[in-house]
């Protein structure tokens, strides 16, 4: 079936540096990808919609230059932290639908536990 | 916009009995899925079911069955035969288009041996 790669599992950094987090997709093509972040206990949270190609989509309330995100081929999106602060900590998770696979659901990465020092 | 209302926080089951899950959810479209998916403490998100909004039959997978009330937007999951392993958060979602899975706060489900 389907799988989406997410790497790294888990990162620490320290305060300011920035972190990169790749999702890929091994076995489909994504024309789109989601990224969402979980804090502990609570539901995941959509940051931002990207788009092989163009730019991403943001949720409000997210900032762009903080989150970038880069979706430069159809297996491929990476979402980079910058200037990370302990306040970014949390658990960050990537999913992509097939392309022209309409309504069928997505499938998830394994998430990425970022924990700012 | 779409929303998801899971009102039980919390829910715990004995091994081997039933239990429901309750979910609400509110949509402008007509043509949309509604899924279950559950998240294990290694907080991977695992599909465990869905429904088309088109079909009336309810959705069954193995020990996993949804009561779906079109009408009453309402899309419940019922663990039947509990096991250990079950143990886990759940979430509800809605979605329609090529937009993005919009989830419900989630229903932590304990199972007592």
């Known amino acids: 079936g389907a799988v989406v790669s997410q790497h790294p599992s888990r990162v620490i950094c320290k305060s300011g540096t920035s972190v990169k987090i790749e999702c890929r997709s091994l076995?489909?093509?994504?024309?789109?990808m989601f990224w969402y972040r979980q804090f502990p206990k609570q539901s995941l949270m959509l940051m931002a919609t990207?788009?092989?190609?163009?730019?991403?989509?943001?949720e409000q309330g997210v900032e762009k230059d903080k989150f970038l995100i880069n979706h430069a081929s159809l297996t491929l999106s990476t979402l980079t932290v910058t200037s990370a602060h302990p306040e970014d900590s949390s658990f960050y998770i990537c999913?992509?639908?097939?392309?022209?696979?309409?309504?069928?659901?997505?499938?998830f990465g394994n998430g990425t536990r970022l924990t700012v020092t | 916009a779409q929303t998801v209302t899971q009102s039980q926080p919390e829910m715990s089951v004995q091994e081997a009995e039933t239990v429901t899950l309750s979910c609400t959810y509110d949509?402008?479209?007509?043509?949309?899925?509604l899924f279950w998916y559950k998240q294990p403490p290694s907080r991977q998100m695992i599909l465990v079911i869905r429904?088309?909004?088109?079909?009336?039959q309810n959705a069954t997978e193995n020990r996993f069955s949804v009561n779906f009330q079109k009408a009453a937007k309402s899309f419940s999951l019922k663990i039947s035969d509990s096991q250990l392993g079950d143990a886990a958060m759940y979430f509800c979602a809605v979605n329609s288009g090529n937009t993005p899975l919009v989830f419900g706060k989630g229903t932590r489900l304990s199972v007592i041996a």
């Open positions: 949509t402008s479209e007509s043509d949309y899925y």
């Open positions: 999913s992509a639908r097939e392309s022209g696979q309409g309504l069928l659901p997505l499938h």
């Open positions: 429904q088309e909004a088109y079909k009336q």
């Open positions: 076995d489909f093509q994504a024309t789109t």
């Open positions: 990207s788009n092989e190609g163009s730019k991403a989509t943001y």
